[in-house]
């Protein structure tokens, strides 16, 4: 098992934002965590990104029990995160992006910006996207700036990639280049927790789906087990009315 949380729980003042959440994430698979605003989905997404902690709980990676104290910590371990289009910088070009903050160097103190360049125009074709590495991501659309964290997992090896809403405000093509980016993590074995209030965006390339409620999560099937995201909305409908 490549993740696995037991028991989290966390509050923020009299609001249990978490309650006793378990997880369980393999090596290649896509989670579908679905939920309204408030479910407490950002919540778990921060705290196994390093950006809050849990009240209680344990996290697990590859079988050790590990406490991420911070995003370094998360990233040693192989997860990288990105809450909607806040890991890029619109007027970097795609190739900085990529490497932001661990860029390789020349002469111990220069950027190799050959290198990026090279580096990153591979990925992109890996990507199958038909962009300059020079471009400044301002001038990307919404489905190519996810497509340039994709990339940035996969050049550092990720383990674990956290999208949060990466298809919101995107067109219906943006939206299918961001499920294509997901079946290149996966063909890749990085596993991808894919965070979404839109079942319908997720349903194509989800393994599993875990749903949460105020807090709780109130449900978790394999994909195998529902034939359409219209019968998986009535199993949620029903477990909310529980």
């Known amino acids: ?5 037991r028991n989290i729980n966390k509050w923020f003042g009299k609001v249990h934002a978490l309650k006793n959440f378990d997880l369980d994430v393999r090596r290649g698979e896509i989670i579908g965590l679905l939920g309204d605003n408030g479910a407490g989905k950002s919540t778990f997404i921060k705290i196994i990104s390093g950006l809050i902690q849990p009240d209680t709980g344990e996290i697990y990676w590859e079988g050790r029990r590990v406490k991420i104290r911070s ?3 998360s990233r040693k371990l192989g997860i990288e995160t990105v809450f909607q289009e806040r890991g890029l910088i619109e007027c970097f070009p795609i190739s900085k992006n990529i490497f932001l903050g661990r860029e390789p160097v020349k002469f111990r103190f220069f950027m190799n910006l050959g290198e990026m360049n090279a580096k990153a125009e591979e990925l992109l074709k890996q990507l199958g996207m038909s962009v300059s590495p020079e471009q400044e991501v301002r001038f990307c ?7 340039v964290i994709v990339a940035r997992a996969m050049y550092f090896r990720a383990k674990l990639v956290n999208l949060d809403e990466p298809t919101r405000a995107l067109s219906v093509k943006g939206v299918r280049q961001v499920l294509e980016f997901v079946r290149r993590l996966k063909e890749n074995n990085i596993s991808c927790i894919f965070v979404t209030h839109n079942m319908y965006h997720v349903y194509p390339v989800a393994d599993r789906f875990v749903f949460l409620h105020r807090g709780e999560k109130i449900l978790e099937i394999e994909r195998n087990k529902v034939s359409s995201p219209e019968e998986l909305n009535d199993i949620i409908v029903s477990r909310i009315a529980e």
């Open 1 to 5: 098992m490549l993740l696995s949380v």
């Open 71 to 73: 995003v370094q910590d």
């Open 141 to 147: 659309s919404g489905g190519e700036k996810q497509g």
